[in-house]
């Protein structure tokens, strides 16, 4: 199940991205005494009693000013709070409830989410002011005293925020099904790749980025078995982007990729992979997900010997890191290789969840290490004692040492190489913990 989400909304100046940051845990939003100062919206992940959600900073709400600034960052607020579980109001009991607070409370009210009304600057210890009272008239509930700058009363306003979490329900899903998320930036191809395989109009196309904004499911079932295609929002580069609509897009996108097994990076033939086709892959590389990449428009490339394994060449030396995903050419337009999709997708999502027993992995380890000795430093030398699986989807490993500051990156990623040549794992990254093992 999706992080829920929880905006941070409030005029400009109230302590928003202060909030946030000490929420966050480290200084991620710019924090200045001036007004509008933090523009575009910046989400991360936090966790409270367990629960892990993601928090939205967003720019300053006034109602009252036409500027197109203040129209875009009260445009921005309005996207925040339309995505969040649960809303969280701040405000500044120093300047107590201004007009544009009953304006803000006004467009919660119609809302009718879960809202969670803060009043910062309460900077001192002991009994509260009087002066909270005054924000029972915003018709939110209790007031919550708090102080961003040194912590007061942020355990009650968690508290109180992680009351308001929707409730995780169990949905009953079938574990045949396998959820594949399509990723890339605007006007790849996704969204007629979404229709070509379910043969409808399920979901807009148009030569316009970043048409898609929101994440939407589409079921599947084939005689090669059961899919949930999810059509994401396209993660457009920043340079280009008016509206920063598809900053909300990129968050759209990530809790996309950690609902997916199996994720298919699209890729222009045309334009080749750009920057921010490395930024997308990044994401579903860093969350552990099946890959597989898929060269979209490949009917609109002049072919002649060779062509393709170029390309391939070309691609693996842009990811890098991705040498181990699969890589397939396709049209969406003209339903070039779709057909083969699906075994593909098959077989990733069984690699991601492949589980190798401990006998076998350090047969294989002891064979990697009589071929290619550890490394050593200063006269000590890298002792691997043995290696077991901890996880799945990705498959994790830990292996023990004798030091972790011997274990260098080359002779990991060398291990890690065996065990592909052993067992495949291909589309699927793999994950390593390095623990000491003492007195041997």
């Known amino acids: ?96 409830v201004t007009a544009d607070d009953m304006e803000v409370a006004n467009m919660i009210r119609r809302l009718n989410k879960p809202t969670v009304l803060l009043v910062n600057k309460a900077d001192k210890l002991g009994k509260t002011s009087d002066d909270i009272y005054e924000f029972y008239n915003l018709g939110l509930g209790d007031p919550f005293a708090i102080s961003c700058i040194n912590g007061l009363g942020i355990g009650d306003a968690l508290d109180e925020i992680y009351n308001n979490f929707p409730e995780d329900n169990e949905e009953i899903q079938d574990d045949d099904v396998i959820n594949v998320a399509i990723i890339g930036k605007p006007n790849v191809g996704k969204s007629s790749l979404v229709n070509k395989i379910l043969g409808e109009e399920r979901v807009i196309v148009s030569n316009i980025a970043g048409t898609t ?103 693996y030396e842009k990811l890098s890191y991705l040498t181990y995903a699969p890589i397939l050419f396709i049209s969406a337009e003209t339903g070039q290789r779709i057909d083969r999709l699906y075994e593909l997708i098959n077989f990733v999502s069984e690699q991601n969840a492949m589980r190798v027993s401990t006998a076998i992995l350090n047969n294989i380890l002891n064979e990697a290490i009589a071929m290619v000795q550890p490394p050593s430093d200063k006269g000590k030398r890298l002792k691997i004692y043995y290696m077991t699986q901890a996880s799945i989807k990705p498959p994790t490993f830990v292996i023990f040492v004798n030091s972790k500051e011997l274990m260098h990156y080359s002779y990991q990623r060398y291990i890690e190489n065996q065990i592909r040549k052993n067992f495949g794992l291909e589309g699927t990254p793999i994950r390593f913990i390095i623990r000491e093992k003492k007195g041997e």
């Open 213 to 315: 904004r929101d994440a939407i499911d589409s079921y599947f079932e084939n005689d090669k078995g059961k899919y949930n295609f999810i059509d994401t929002a396209g993660l457009r580069k920043k340079s280009k982007v008016e509206e920063k609509i598809e900053k909300y897009s990129v968050l759209r996108s990530i809790s996309a990729i950690e609902r997916a097994d199996v994720c298919l990076l699209l890729i222009d033939a045309v334009e080749g992979v750009t920057e921010q086709d490395t930024k997308i892959a990044g994401e579903a590389h860093e969350a552990g997900k099946g890959i597989i990449i898929v060269i979209n428009k490949w009917d609109l490339i002049e072919k002649d010997t060779g062509t393709l394994e170029q390309y391939r060449k070309k691609v």
């Open 1 to 96: 199940m999706a992080k829920p989400i929880v905006a941070i909304i409030g005029r400009p100046n109230v302590g928003k991205s202060t909030l946030f940051n000490y929420l966050a845990g480290k200084k991620i939003a710019i924090v200045e005494d001036k007004p509008g100062v933090t523009r575009d919206r910046i989400f991360t992940d936090c966790d409270w009693r367990g629960k892990v959600f993601t928090i939205v900073d967003t720019g300053g709400i006034e109602m009252v000013s036409d500027e197109p600034l203040s129209k875009h960052m009260r445009r921005q607020a309005e996207m925040a709070m339309d995505m969040a579980d649960v809303i969280v109001f701040l405000t500044d009991i120093k300047q107590g």
